[in-house]
């Protein structure tokens, strides 16, 4: 994720951290390239393009502006819901931190914080398609089994089992232990939602659609502007591609938050903040640095 203050309007005109244009690029030079070669043939056969037009192109780029906005709206809910689902999750692992104070058992404590923390990484790992036992064994108070398929929901199963213990000998009070099964429904509902984010993606006939439209558009526009603006078309045509493709592919980014792009959501430094947080509330001095931004770029 781009973390950085409000760039100045040079910053603006040449940042490229963060910006979509290093994946557009291409396309929208083979397209700059191809109205500078539509604009010579107009020039050398000006007869050939004394009938086309620019009404359709006008209704067409209307109609692609709005299905864009359209699909971009439902790729940034798609991103913020994932980072709600994450801050829901950071939420309640503090909450467990509170509430887990009453143990007198501080081994007891300890494991399920650290199992907590193991959670975390391998929910972490279990949305980036890492491997998850390697993300989390090390907090782990004892291993799952070798049959599990759903790392951070066994863990989740494993604290509940803990609690449960502890509510059993009389450690913890039937309200306390209520407290905590609602804290742990609620980590459930964020990794189902993170989950559900994580493995369904818009429809693909949805953005096929806009994929062959856009470049359609984008093709056809200088037969349309070669008469009437001559040699400044191929500008215009660069204008337009780095806006249609760039906001094709801002879509493709969001749409899945959780990857490694510049724009998808920092998991590490958040899973980073919830691994310092559990070991100062055992009693750690030596806390993991926090993860900063590296050129901008907070992973």
Same mark, same amino acid.
């Given at each position: 994720?781009?973390?950085? &203050?409000?760039?100045?309007?040079?910053?603006?005109?040449?940042?490229?951290?963060?910006?979509?244009?290093?994946?557009?690029?291409?396309?929208?030079?083979?397209?700059?390239?191809?109205? !500078?070669?539509?604009?010579?043939?107009?020039?050398? $056969?000006?007869?050939? =393009?004394?009938?086309?037009?620019?009404?359709?192109?006008?209704?067409?780029?209307?109609?692609?502006?709005?299905?864009?906005?359209?699909?971009?709206?439902?790729?940034?809910?798609?991103?913020?819901?994932?980072?709600?689902?994450?801050?829901?999750?950071?939420?309640?692992?503090? &909450?467990?931190?509170?509430?887990? @104070?009453?143990?007198?058992? %501080?081994?007891?404590?300890?494991?399920?914080?650290?199992?907590?923390?193991? =959670?975390? $990484?391998?929910?972490?790992?279990?949305?980036?398609?890492?491997?998850?036992?390697?993300?989390?064994?090390?907090?782990? &108070? @004892?291993?799952?089994?070798? !049959?599990? &398929?759903?790392?951070?929901?066994?863990?989740?199963?494993q604290i509940a089992r803990q609690c449960s213990d502890q509510a059993q000998a009389g450690r913890l009070s039937e309200w306390?232990?209520?407290?905590?099964?609602? @804290?742990?429904?609620?980590?459930?509902?964020? @990794? !189902?939602?993170?989950?559900?984010?994580?493995?369904?993606?818009?429809?693909?006939?949805?953005?096929?659609?806009? $994929?062959? %439209?856009?470049?359609?558009?984008?093709?056809?526009?200088?037969?349309?502007?070669?008469?009437?603006?001559?040699?400044?078309?191929?500008?215009?045509?660069?204008?337009?591609?780095?806006?249609? =493709?760039?906001?094709?592919?801002?879509?493709?980014?969001?749409?899945?938050?959780?990857? $490694?792009?510049?724009?998808?959501?920092?998991?590490?430094?958040?899973?980073?903040?919830?691994?310092?947080?559990?070991?100062?509330?055992?009693?750690? %001095?030596?806390?993991?640095?926090?993860?900063?931004?590296?050129?901008?770029?907070?992973?």
């Open positions: 994720m781009i973390v950085r &203050s409000k760039p100045n309007l040079i910053s603006v005109l040449i940042s490229l951290k963060g910006s979509i244009a290093k994946r557009i690029a291409l396309r929208s030079l083979l397209v700059t390239l191809l109205a !500078s070669a539509i604009v010579l043939i107009e020039t050398l $056969h000006p007869a050939y =393009f004394s009938k086309v037009n620019a009404t359709p192109f006008t209704l067409l780029g209307l109609s692609l502006s709005i299905f864009m906005s359209f699909r971009n709206n439902a790729c940034y809910d798609r991103w913020y819901e994932a980072r709600k689902a994450l801050g829901t999750v950071v939420t309640e692992v503090r &909450s467990m931190i509170r509430e887990t @104070q009453v143990l007198e058992d %501080t081994r007891a404590r300890s494991a399920i914080l650290r199992d907590l923390c193991g =959670f975390a $990484h391998a929910l972490k790992a279990r949305l980036r398609r890492e491997d998850e036992l390697s993300a989390a064994e090390t907090w782990l &108070s @004892q291993l799952p089994p070798a !049959s599990t &398929s759903n790392l951070p929901d066994s863990l989740l199963r306390r232990y209520l407290l905590l099964a609602n @804290q742990l429904a609620a980590i459930t509902g964020a @990794q !189902s939602t993170c989950e559900r984010i994580k493995a369904t993606p818009l429809p693909f006939p949805y953005t096929l659609l806009l $994929h062959r %439209t856009s470049y359609m558009f984008c093709i056809l526009l200088p037969f349309a502007m070669a008469e009437p603006l001559g040699w400044l078309t191929p500008i215009f045509t660069a204008i337009v591609s780095y806006t249609f =493709f760039g906001l094709d592919a801002i879509g493709d980014e969001l749409e899945d938050p959780f990857g $490694h792009d510049e724009n998808d959501l920092p998991l590490s430094a958040i899973v980073r903040n919830i691994e310092r947080e559990i070991l100062e509330a055992l009693g750690a %001095t030596e806390l993991p640095p926090a993860l900063e931004p590296v050129d901008y770029v907070l992973s």
